[in-house]
C-alpha cells in the first residue's frame, strides 16, 4: 500500500499553486487600485463611534469602494452581533 | 515624429536593461533612427550593456540642466550608426530629473529619430515614472515568478492612470508582454508558471519569450546587445520581438522544450 503511494504520488506542481496565488492577489490589488487613501481611515474611525454604543468586532465592518463612469459609490457593511438568547 | 517606447517591470533585475539593450540595437538594425535612454539615474548600467561605458562625457542631467546640448551627450554606437544612446547621470540627487525636462528633450529628440526606447529604473519612484510617462507603448518585462508578475501588474495600473496620454484622455499605451528568462524544461514539469499562465494573470499581447540563455550573461560582460548573437536563442528571441512589433507575423519560438535528440543536444553550440 504504502509503496503504491509512493509511486502514484508526484510531485506537488508548484506552478499551479503559484497561479492560484496569484490570480487572487491580483484580483484584490486590482479591486483596490482605485481606491482613495482615506478608507483604511475611515473604516478606522467607524468603527470606533459604532463601538460606542454596540460591542462589535474589528472585522464586523466592510468598506468598498466602487466607480465606473457615471457615479462613484461607497459600500458599507456592518454585520451586528446576534441578539442574546434569552 | 518619434514613438517612444517604455521598458518597464517594477521588479528589478528581469532583463529591462537587456531588453532596452536587444530591442535599441534591433530597431536600429532594421534602419530606423533610434535612441535608447537610460532613466536610472544614480545606478547607470545602459552604457555598459552597450559597451560604451567609456565614451560616457556628459549625461541626461546635464543636458536638462543646460550643461551640455544633446548632441554633445548622444553618444553613436560604433557597431550601428542608427543608434544612439543618451546615459543617466551618475549624480546621487534623485530629483534632478523633471517632467519638463525630460519632456523637452523628448521632443526635440522626436524631430529626428524614428524610436526612443526608454530604459525605466526598477521600483515606482521619479525615474520610473518619468520613463512611463510619455510613452507611446510599453514593453513590460516579466519572469515567470509570483514576485516579478505581482509587480507587473501594478506597473499596469500605473501605466494606465499616471501617464500623459491618460491625463489627457489620449488613446492608452499599448501595453505588450516580453516574457523573460522562460525555462520550458521547469514549466512541462510543473516547477514554473507557463506562458498562458502569466497571460491568463496579466491579460497582455504577447509580443515575446526570451528563453533563460547562458548567452545572455557573456553578451553583457562583453557590453555586446544579446540580439547580435543570432546564434543564441534569446538573441534569435528578441529578434523575434522586433519583428512583431514592426508589424511582422512571426510564429511564437522557445514555449516549448527543444525537441532535438540526443545528437542534436551533442552539437548545439
Known sequence: M?????????????AKLAKERLQILVAHERSSRNQPSYLPALQQELLQ??????????DAISVHFDSDDEQETLELNIVLPEPPQS | MARIIVVTSGKGGVGKTTTSAAIAMGLAKKGFKTAVIDFDVGLRNLDLILGCERRVVYDFVNVINGEATLNQALIKDKRCNQLYILPASQTRDKDALTKEGVG???????????YIVCDSPAGIERGANLAMYFADDAFVVTNPEVASVRDSDRMLGILSSKSKRAENNDDPIKEYLLLSRYNPKRVKLGEMLSVEDVQDILSLHLLGVIPESKAVLSASNSGTPIILNEESNAGQAYLDIVERYLGEDKPHRFIDEDKKGLFGRLFRS
Open chain 1, 2 to 14: 504504502s509503496l503504491l503511494n509512493y509511486f502514484k504520488t508526484t510531485k506537488p506542481n508548484s
Open chain 1, 49 to 58: 463611534v459604532i463601538q460606542k454604543y454596540i460591542q462589535i468586532d474589528q
Open chain 2, 104 to 114: 523637452k528633450i523628448l521632443e526635440e529628440l522626436s524631430k529626428t529619430f524614428k
